[in-house]
């Protein structure tokens, strides 16, 4: 009777294990390959090593086999050994507003005292009310061609200063003249210039005099205004 040879089957040998980090969507991943299979690993930039090796046992077998596991820990070692130490926070100096942040500061706290000393402000419906009932466009024009003064307001929606208005509701005249004269956009320095004393004016608000129809002089105070702040 002849027998059938049996091979005996050579073990293989493991193929190494070859590792590489990749980023998904902002999360760092160890990829851990071995005969074809994959296992992903989560990393962490400040894991440190022995949280890296708990990881890879919480792994599937695969990563259990202990020259695997060997491999994937000094893999893992030396990627992380590249990464940058975590930096240390700044000092607390590092977060202090210097002398220009400051300024903005100060300027804002100048506007919002000037709108209350002027009598705050009213909102858009308020203003159309007073202006009979006209649109929303319209009052934008208004302000967009100077006629009609408006500040950043709460949320950033315009409000326009009482100020600007007589005691009937009409707007002041002479408001984009003297914001020409200005030559300036900015609606916090146009109100500045109106509600505060001017030397030039002998002392008086701007908008005192152009209530008064003053409104030459008061044009000729903005345009030195202007020349000195160019």
Do not use: C
């Amino acid at each position: 009777m002849i027998k059938k040879q049996v091979h005996k089957r050579v073990p293989r040998t493991p193929a190494p294990v070859k590792n590489r980090r990749v980023t998904r969507k902002d999360a760092e991943y160890l990829l851990l390959r071995t005969d074809g299979e994959e296992v992903r690993l989560l990393v962490e930039k400040d894991d440190d090593e022995h949280l890296v090796l708990r990881k890879i046992q919480k792994q599937r077998p695969l990563a259990l086999h202990p020259r695997r596991m060997k491999a994937a820990q000094a893999q893992a070692d030396r990627q992380m050994s590249d990464q940058p130490a975590t930096r240390p926070l700044p000092g607390a100096d590092a977060y202090r507003p210097d002398a220009r942040a400051r300024a903005v500061l100060r300027g804002i706290e100048i506007s919002e005292r000037d709108l209350a000393s002027a009598g705050g402000a009213f909102d858009l419906a308020e203003v159309q009310r007073l202006m009979r009932g006209v649109s929303r466009q319209a009052v934008d024009k208004r302000v967009q061609d100077g006629s009609l003064l408006a500040v950043p307001g709460p949320s950033n929606r315009k409000v326009y200063p009482t100020v600007q208005f007589t005691r009937d509701g009409t707007l002041v005249p002479g408001l984009k003249e003297v914001r020409n004269a200005l030559g300036h956009e900015s609606p916090w320095s146009m109100l500045n210039f109106l509600v505060n004393p001017h030397d030039a004016l002998d002392g008086r608000k701007p908008i005192d005099l152009l209530k008064d129809g003053k409104t030459g002089l008061v044009i000729r105070a903005a345009e030195s205004e202007g020349r000195q702040g160019a």
